[in-house]
């Protein structure tokens, strides 16, 4: 029966993953971007690496954050060890703790031999395994994958899921291989990183990123489990966002768009920190520009809809297309499948100005989705927006981000805790593959017989209060509770749970940012949530210097 399914429909389910490899493919291009957005060279706040960003974000809070763990320290040690000692696990805590370098050759179909790069960074082991994606990019360098490894420490921090942070990438252009040579290029590489203890569900757990999918989680998950990991049951949770029949979770796909909903949903609701930017509170009829259709583009796209959003414009690198009355997300998803690109959309018009880009239109909230440093010192004056939602990692410079929120009033909802919704799912599912059991398997019947025996019990107390001479007194379910009636699914599990950790994750940040008086600087209010958090774990697991 499954083989009756549509092509469409087929289509349709594997887009999410077509969109992170086809699409979203087409924005790894540093020389396109260099192009549209250039850094001012004279400012190094502007120019500085993806890496040294992270590292001046991080100075920037514990500045402000080292005072208070001074105080914050139990012990009868006189204040000036208690300073020594809390300076010194901040800066344990700030570099990365190794990256893994490796070379591998491979066989092409056309019988010629290339060698592969690839890297692994572990930034913290102050919970472990470690967490973090694997990207397939040109871009992929020793600084990036340190960069994103850091920023995914602060990221699982944040949003209180257990994991150290990591990042790790191949040094290529997927779409430049064949299915046979990413199969093979995906195996070697997790023997590489098994073999050197990068690898592994108590140790190492990697995820889908640029350029990959499902489908390189499902070679990696069986290369561990038929080599070094043969003789481990928990082996399937060496890696996450695998497919559902290789033990993934429902949800996870869209997990980082969810995420991101739910995570501009906590700000957009606070009377608070709309005041502060000027806008009424609440989704309805805000209007979204989105940078970037891949798999975080296309599930924003769909969520602040469902919200109420006029999602007014669309970025890619090959076309804008802009419709101020906005766009209907399945009807853009059914074109990129049709057609592959986003240009052409009937629904809308290519963007002719009046400004430069789209990018530069004026909306309520713009989602830079693609890829770090393109809002810089040159061209932040050119945005008008009320909020900005770091869908991308690492897509405003230090100098753009200050400019932006002193100059423009613009509230930055930072990508540590914005885009968190991909790791908290991973987490979700990581946990079912150590459980050995689906979420919901053990009550679904239980709460549906429950809820029956509710009802019940209310229609046999009111017939026993008024009699039933009229007949048995019906107790009918509302819509949302007979939607509930049945348990809850996995799904209903997941997308609970992402929903709880973004809303307590965001209460967190706003009491930080309140207590520190940081009035829109959300994001150092966030790296001091995060890193207060790593250093108590640190401090309190006594923790002694070599």
Request: aromatic residues 8%.
């Given at each position: 029966m499954f083989h009756t399914v549509s092509s469409k429909l087929a289509t349709r389910l594997t887009l999410p993953n077509r969109l992170l490899q086809g699409v979203m493919a087409t924005r790894v291009s540093s020389q396109t971007y260099a192009t549209q957005f250039p850094v001012d060279e004279s400012d190094p706040l502007d120019c500085a690496s993806f890496f040294k960003m992270t590292e001046l974000f991080y100075d920037k809070a514990t500045k402000l954050l080292?005072?208070?763990?001074?105080?914050?320290?139990?012990?009868?040690?006189?204040?000036?060890?208690?300073?020594?000692?809390v300076h010194g696990l901040l800066q344990m805590i700030k570099p990365c703790h190794r990256v893994l370098s490796v070379n591998f050759p491979i066989k092409r179909d056309n019988g010629s031999f290339e060698m592969i790069e690839g890297y692994r960074a572990q930034h913290s082991e102050h919970m472990t395994p470690c967490k973090g994606g694997i990207r397939?990019?040109?871009?992929?360098?020793?600084?990036?994958?340190?960069?994103?490894?850091?920023?995914?420490?602060?990221?699982?921090?944040c949003v209180d899921v257990p994991f150290g942070g990591s990042k790790g990438g191949v040094k290529i252009d997927p779409r430049k291989?064949?299915?046979?040579?990413?199969?093979?290029?995906?195996?070697?590489?997790?023997?590489?990183?098994?073999?050197?203890?990068?690898?592994?569900?108590?140790?190492?757990?990697?995820?889908?990123?640029?350029?990959?999918?499902p489908r390189e989680m499902s070679w990696i998950a069986d290369t561990y489990s038929e080599t070094l990991g043969n003789s481990d049951i928990n082996s399937q949770a060496c890696v996450t966002g695998k497919p559902i029949s290789?033990?993934?979770?429902?949800?996870?796909?869209?997990?980082?768009?969810?995420?991101?909903?739910?995570?501009?949903?906590?700000?957009?609701?606070?009377?608070?920190?709309?005041?502060?930017?000027?806008?009424?509170?609440?989704?309805?009829?805000?209007?979204?520009?989105?940078?970037?259709?891949?798999?975080?583009?296309?599930?924003s796209m769909r969520y602040l809809h469902r919200a109420g959003c006029r999602i007014i414009g669309i970025i890619e690198q090959d076309g804008e297309i802009y419709n101020p009355n906005g766009m209907d997300p399945r009807e853009l998803e059914d074109w990129v499948i049709e057609n592959g690109t986003i240009t052409g959309f009937p629904n809308s018009q290519p963007y002719k100005g009046p400004e430069d880009s789209l990018f530069y239109e004026k909306c309520d909230i713009l989602i830079p989705a693609a890829i770090e440093k393109?809002?810089?010192?040159?061209?932040?004056?050119?945005?008008?927006?009320?909020?900005?939602?770091?869908?991308?990692?690492?897509?405003?410079?230090?100098?753009?981000?200050?400019?932006?929120?002193?100059?423009?009033n613009i509230l930055i909802i930072p990508d540590l805790y914005v885009n968190a919704g991909g790791v908290t799912v991973s987490y979700f599912?990581?946990?079912?593959?150590?459980?050995?059991?689906?979420?919901?398997?053990?009550?679904?019947?239980?709460?549906?017989?429950?809820?029956?025996y509710l009802l019940e019990s209310v229609q046999k107390s009111l017939e026993d209060m008024?009699?039933?001479?009229?007949?048995?007194?019906?107790?009918?379910?509302?819509?949302?509770?007979?939607?509930?009636?049945?348990?809850?699914?996995?799904?209903?599990?997941?997308?609970?749970?992402?929903?709880?950790?973004?809303?307590?994750?965001?209460?967190?940040?706003?009491?930080?940012?309140?207590?520190?008086?940081?009035?829109?600087?959300?994001?150092?209010?966030?790296?001091?949530?995060?890193?207060?958090?790593?250093?108590?774990?640190?401090?309190?697991?006594?923790?002694?210097?070599?």
């Amino acid at each position: 029966m499954f083989h009756t399914v549509s092509s469409k429909l087929a289509t349709r389910l594997t887009l999410p993953n077509r969109l992170l490899q086809g699409v979203m493919a087409t924005r790894v291009s540093s020389q396109t971007y260099a192009t549209q957005f250039p850094v001012d060279e004279s400012d190094p706040l502007d120019c500085a690496s993806f890496f040294k960003m992270t590292e001046l974000f991080y100075d920037k809070a514990t500045k402000l954050l080292e005072p208070t763990l001074v105080d914050e320290l139990k012990g009868r040690m006189p204040r000036e060890d208690k300073m020594k000692r809390v300076h010194g696990l901040l800066q344990m805590i700030k570099p990365c703790h190794r990256v893994l370098s490796v070379n591998f050759p491979i066989k092409r179909d056309n019988g010629s031999f290339e060698m592969i790069e690839g890297y692994r960074a572990q930034h913290s082991e102050h919970m472990t395994p470690c967490k973090g994606g694997i990207r397939y990019s040109t871009n992929v360098s020793e600084d990036e994958v340190k960069a994103l490894g850091a920023l995914m420490s602060y990221k699982c921090a944040c949003v209180d899921v257990p994991f150290g942070g990591s990042k790790g990438g191949v040094k290529i252009d997927p779409r430049k291989y064949s299915d046979q040579e990413l199969e093979k290029i995906t195996r070697r590489f997790t023997i590489e990183l098994a073999k050197k203890g990068f690898l592994g569900p108590g140790i190492d757990v990697p995820a889908p990123d640029l350029g990959t999918g499902p489908r390189e989680m499902s070679w990696i998950a069986d290369t561990y489990s038929e080599t070094l990991g043969n003789s481990d049951i928990n082996s399937q949770a060496c890696v996450t966002g695998k497919p559902i029949s290789q033990g993934g979770i429902h949800g996870r796909i869209s997990a980082t768009g969810r995420g991101l909903f739910h995570g501009i949903e906590n700000f957009i609701n606070s009377a608070h920190f709309m005041s502060l930017v000027g806008i009424t509170p609440s989704f309805g009829n805000k209007t979204v520009i989105i940078q970037g259709f891949g798999n975080v583009g296309l599930h924003s796209m769909r969520y602040l809809h469902r919200a109420g959003c006029r999602i007014i414009g669309i970025i890619e690198q090959d076309g804008e297309i802009y419709n101020p009355n906005g766009m209907d997300p399945r009807e853009l998803e059914d074109w990129v499948i049709e057609n592959g690109t986003i240009t052409g959309f009937p629904n809308s018009q290519p963007y002719k100005g009046p400004e430069d880009s789209l990018f530069y239109e004026k909306c309520d909230i713009l989602i830079p989705a693609a890829i770090e440093k393109v809002i810089t010192k040159v061209n932040a004056p050119k945005i008008k927006t009320s909020i900005i939602a770091e869908a991308a990692n690492g897509p405003i410079t230090v100098a753009a981000d200050e400019y932006l929120r002193k100059e423009k009033n613009i509230l930055i909802i930072p990508d540590l805790y914005v885009n968190a919704g991909g790791v908290t799912v991973s987490y979700f599912e990581w946990l079912k593959n150590l459980n050995h059991v689906s979420y919901g398997r053990l009550t679904f019947k239980y709460e549906r017989d429950s809820n029956y025996y509710l009802l019940e019990s209310v229609q046999k107390s009111l017939e026993d209060m008024f009699g039933k001479a009229a007949g048995p007194i019906q107790v009918t379910p509302s819509a949302e509770f007979e939607k509930k009636m049945g348990g809850a699914s996995e799904k209903d599990i997941v997308h609970s749970g992402l929903a709880q950790t973004m809303e307590s994750s965001a209460n967190q940040i706003m009491m930080t940012a309140m207590k520190y008086n940081l009035g829109l600087d959300i994001r150092t209010a966030a790296y001091i949530s995060s890193i207060s958090k790593i250093f108590h774990h640190q401090n309190e697991a006594g923790l002694t210097f070599t």
